[in-house]
């Protein structure tokens, strides 16, 4: 049995992590591990990235999360099935609404058990300084079959008194150690990276840095041997993590998605209704219905039916209709205009079929996902109230405002990387204009990570 890696944080744990997900899988492929598990700091951010990159290297996706509990302690949970995940979002969501600081996160201990269900948990020494009470609130909260006691080994001093501590409890309590390497990046030079930024968090410098830096440079992807050589007297803390692997069958890729139905009158599907309204939008866009226009009409509707998209043009029909009906500006671009269908339903302006457009360009049979159709809203409280409408309309699980990650543009990377370099403001401002703010060639590139 292979060794698998079940405790790893990438770069979407700000300022904690050092590589990204698509650097750690890559590193998990080359060490020929069947599976990697992600668990990032309060939040599954990284995790679509991460089943996308696992994929492409033919390795399975672990999804899980590393808790801050609300005394500070970290509690890591993985993600056995799909009602875990589940829980797992909604338990972050409502730790998140609480906090009155961004990006703080505090989980409730007393609220553990309610979203327990679907959960692997993770005893690892900060959680289990009061050993007794914390050890069978974890089982009573999680199941005693679903707690495992984590053992890691960096070689720092006092390390080996802890793990014997751990050692004695999983003994005391009937429950199965887990050897992880708690990873922070992908390979062992990844530390430097992790010093500056660690640097960065702390506002402080490398001089000054001192024992809030790593000891050494051990917290990287290492492979089956290496892992099985460190827990040469616990071999079962090895083999382990392949058993506990394999009871995780949950994928990001069997959550898919189901667009809300859309109502539509009695005695219709939505495909017929669709069909309905963008023959009626024909007669009054067209003076008259060419075989051309009446040929693109068809074989457009057609595939829409075939992939079952029907619902989504309703849906970006019916805003666009409330936004006329009330007096807000909107207006479909981008590839939706090559489609004759969206100008019959009068969500983009442009005759396609006039202006000779190529409808694949926006939707084809090797699409992968929903066709993209951007419509151009006004800002200020005329935006808000459309926003405020669909999630009346579809309520709050039928909605959602997409998520952005903001990441640091070169330059006020670079002035970050010179402060924690302890660099002089005279030189963090000459370093810094060696980098572009924006895309120019003349100007130096920083590493991804960075």
């Not at 667009?259 to 669709?274: E, I, K, Q």
């Not at 100008?343 to 996902?369: A, Q, W, Y």
């Not at 998520?403 to 403001?425: C, H, M």
Request: aromatic fraction near 10%.
């Amino acid at each position: 049995m292979a060794y698998v890696e079940l405790h790893t944080c990438s770069a979407f744990s700000f300022l904690r992590g050092a590589s990204f997900p698509e650097q750690l899988t890559e590193v998990a492929a080359e060490l020929e591990m069947p599976a990697l598990a992600l668990l990032d700091r309060n939040g599954v951010y990284g995790a679509q990235r991460f089943s996308v990159a696992a994929r492409e290297q033919k390795i399975r996706a672990i999804t899980g999360c590393e808790l801050t509990m609300e005394d500070g302690t970290p509690l890591p949970v993985l993600v056995a099935n799909r009602i875990g995940y589940k829980n797992l979002c909604e338990l972050l969501t409502q730790a998140h609404l609480r906090s009155r600081v961004k990006g703080e996160c505090a989980v409730k201990w007393t609220e553990l058990p309610q979203f327990a269900e679907g959960f692997i948990a993770l005893g690892s020494a900060r959680i289990l300084q009061n050993p007794d009470q914390r050890a069978q609130f974890l089982i009573d909260s999680f199941g005693r079959e679903n707690v495992y006691v984590e053992i890691q080994r960096h070689f720092l001093r006092g390390e080996d008194r802890v793990n014997k501590t751990l050692i004695d409890l999983a003994s005391e309590f009937r429950l199965p150690l887990l050897a992880t390497n708690g990873v922070q990046y992908a390979k062992p030079y990844g530390r430097q990276v992790l010093d500056v930024f660690t640097c960065i968090r702390e506002h402080t410098h490398l001089d000054l840095a001192g024992k809030l830096l790593t000891q050494n440079s051990e917290r990287h992807l290492k492979r089956d041997a290496e892992m099985r050589a460190i827990f040469r007297d616990l071999p079962d803390a090895v083999t382990n993590t392949e058993r506990l692997a394999e009871r995780l069958d949950f994928s990001l890729e069997n959550i898919g998605y189901e667009f809300p139905d859309f109502p539509v009158p009695a005695g219709h599907s939505m495909n017929s209704f669709l069909r309905t309204m963008v023959l009626f939008g024909a007669q009054q866009r067209y003076e008259a219905l060419t075989k051309k226009v009446k040929r693109q009409l068809e074989e457009e509707l057609a595939l829409i039916t075939r992939l079952g998209f029907a619902g989504y043009f309703l849906i970006v029909w019916d805003i666009v209709n409330f936004c006329r009906e009330n007096n807000i500006m909107v207006q479909g671009r981008g590839s939706a205009a090559n489609s004759a269908v969206c100008f019959c339903l009068g969500i983009t302006p442009v005759d396609p079929v006039s202006n000779h457009l190529v409808f694949e360009r926006f939707l084809n049979e090797s699409r992968k996902g929903w066709p993209d159709i951007d419509l151009d809203l006004p800002s200020g409280d005329r935006r808000e109230r459309v926003i405020q409408e669909i999630y009346r309309r579809y309520g709050k699980h039928g909605a959602a405002m997409t998520a952005n990650v903001i990441s640091y543009r070169g330059r006020s990377a670079a002035r970050e990387i010179g402060k924690a370099l302890n660099f002089s403001p005279s030189i963090i401002d000459r370093f810094s204009h060696l980098f572009a703010s924006g895309d120019f060639p003349h100007t130096l590139e920083l590493e991804a990570q960075i």
